[in-house]
């Protein structure tokens, strides 16, 4: 008799109407804007201290996305299985730059957010990189990657150093990241040491 008379007063009660909310437009109609949307959405994160680590991968692996703001209609991972094709080497480098102009946004992003010591830029490291050197071959040897940002004092910025791509895993520069963000570990995954980032070489 209990359980019926609940259902009684609620199938009476008075539904609480809810406020008319605007249903959001969703995600960027292109793929840039998309991508500075991530970018700024991190930022913010950080300023509101919501985290201190963040990852984003700008595309699947195998992606198949175009790139029609660049006037490219062919698909990223065709070009990158280019075969040494003249072509498709020109399309994946114009690709190449466009990511790399997206990466500079968010730098400059962090940048702006000025803090006591320098700006979030100074006081961070952000890694960017790719997982194969020659997709065509699908080579994971001398992967060109990039550290930005000075990490409170902790990297030394401004450098291109080279490493031998047969002897140093990639892992060697997660740990050293570990190390400069005051995380020292003894070993991430198949890592045999830091790397020396404080040498200059060509």
Known sequence: QDVDRRIQIASTAKHVDLPQVARPAGIPDTWPEHVKMMFDLQVLAYQADLTRVG???????????????????????????????????????????????????????????????GSML???????????????????RNLPVMLAGGAAGRLNTGRYV??????????????TVLDKLGVPTDKVGNSTGPLKLDRLSV
């Open 122 to 140: 100074d006081n961070s490291i952000m890694f960017f990189g790719s997982t194969l050197s020659n997709p065509t071959v699908h080579s994971q």
């Open 55 to 117: 990852t984003f991968m700008i595309a699947k692996e195998s992606s198949l996305m175009t790139f029609p703001h660049l006037n490219i209609s062919m698909q990223h991972h065709e070009a990158s299985h280019h075969n040494y094709e003249q072509e498709k080497l020109d399309i994946l480098h114009r690709i190449n730059i466009n990511q790399s102009e997206l990466f500079a946004y968010y730098l400059d992003k962090l940048d702006g957010v000025k803090e006591a010591s």
């Open 162 to 175: 080279r490493y031998d791509g047969d002897t140093t895993p990639l892992s060697n520069m997660h740990m």
